[in-house]
């Protein structure tokens, strides 16, 4: 259920546990779909947050104008 604003991106928060640190057992892989570019990258900003520096890697966009490579190496990483 959304308990805030679509734009604060706060309910999406749920796959990546507050204070989580390298170590910690990893969050579940995940997926949120948007129908705006801008909004999958600034969630993807914002989530990016909740993880150490050295992590934030992990937690990645993906929409119709990356290269088909790039569309391939990260839907492998989603497979592995």
Not at 6 to 17: A, C, G, Q
Not at 19 to 30: A, D, E, L, R, T
Request: hydrophobic share 40%; net charge negative.
């Amino acid at each position: 259920k959304i308990k805030y604003a679509l734009s604060s991106y706060d309910d999406l928060v749920f796959p990546v546990p507050m204070g989580w640190k390298v170590g910690n057992p990893s969050p579940p892989k995940f997926l949120i779909f948007f129908d705006s570019i801008t909004d999958a990258i600034n969630a993807t900003k914002y989530l990016c947050k909740y993880l150490p520096v050295d992590m934030q890697e992990k937690i990645k966009w993906f929409n119709a104008d990356m290269t088909k490579e790039y569309a391939n190496t990260e839907g492998q990483g989603l497979e592995d």
